[in-house]
């Protein structure tokens, strides 16, 4: 059985970090790409950022255009573990934030989804 366990949300005052992690079990995703995705109450569920293992100590890495300076993504590939580390954040951050694995595809569609985390920023 499949799962993405998310970790590391919370409550941070604007312009303060924090760090989301991932992790899987039950297979592997080394080739995937694996990502964040937010859904703030009354919005859309939106892309954050995704990441790909491409062989060796190289990584392919898209973000949206809203967290682009801010956010950084990055994989353990032998921890089968994913991580965002959100920085200068801002209370239109504030959503709850999705793992997602085993896509091709940035936007999708991915296979498998985390339950989620909340991320509460303060102003």
């Known amino acids: 059985q499949v799962q993405l366990v998310e970790s590391g949300g919370g409550l941070v005052q604007a312009g303060g970090s924090l760090r989301l992690s991932c992790a899987a079990s039950g297979r592997t995703f080394s080739r995937y790409l694996m990502g964040w995705f937010r859904q703030a109450p009354g919005k859309e569920r939106e892309f954050v950022a995704a990441?790909?293992?491409?062989?060796?100590?190289?990584?392919?890495?898209d973000y949206a255009d809203s967290v682009k300076g801010r956010f950084d993504i990055s994989r353990d590939i032998a921890k089968n573990t994913v991580y965002l580390q959100m920085n200068s954040l801002k209370p239109e951050d504030t959503a709850v934030y999705y793992c997602?694995?085993?896509?091709?595809?940035?936007?999708?569609?991915?296979?498998?989804w985390g339950q989620g985390t909340q991320v509460t920023v303060s102003s």
């Open positions: 997602a694995a085993g896509s091709t595809v940035v936007s999708g569609p991915y296979d498998y």
């Open positions: 990441i790909r293992w491409t062989g060796g100590s190289t990584y392919f890495a």
